[in-house]
């Protein structure tokens, strides 16, 4: 089992930056699959849009509406890790969750109904 929390979320006005960190805790995350999703609130966990993952060698993969904009990294030393969101647009307004599932990123993908552990979700809202 993973704990995950999220934090970071704030608003922001389209064209800025934030940085959304994902501290986890347990056993073994470091071998799990990370990803980054989102949705609005109390929407249920099989219907939120992946952003990014990223694997437990550090390989990465982004939903191709943030591609060139989103970066997504991890620091082992203090188990945390993050979304790193640039040049954001209204449209990326959302409740963002962190989630943990064992296996590889790239066979897990997107599908949010794969990953059993998740934060409570962190907000962005993005004027314009």
């Given at each position: ?9 704030d ?12 501290a986890a ?27 990014a ?8 993969n ?7 904009r ?17 040049d954001v ?13 064992p ?26």
């Amino acid at each position: 089992q993973v704990q995950l929390e999220e934090s970071g979320g704030d608003s922001v006005q389209a064209g800025g930056s934030l940085r959304l960190s994902c501290a986890a805790s347990g056993s073994s995350y470091n071998k799990y699959c990370m990803g980054w999703f989102r949705g609005p609130p109390g929407k249920e966990r099989e219907g939120r849009e992946g952003v990014a993952t990223i694997d437990s060698d550090g390989s990465t993969n982004y939903a191709d509406t943030v591609k060139g904009r989103f970066r997504v990294s991890k620091d082992p030393a203090k188990n945390t890790v993050y979304l790193f969101m640039d040049d954001v647009e209204p449209e990326n307004t959302s409740m963002y969750y962190c989630a943990a599932a064992p296996g590889a990123c790239s066979w897990l993908r997107f599908r949010s109904h794969l990953f059993a552990n998740w934060g409570q979700g962190t907000q962005v809202t993005v004027s314009s």
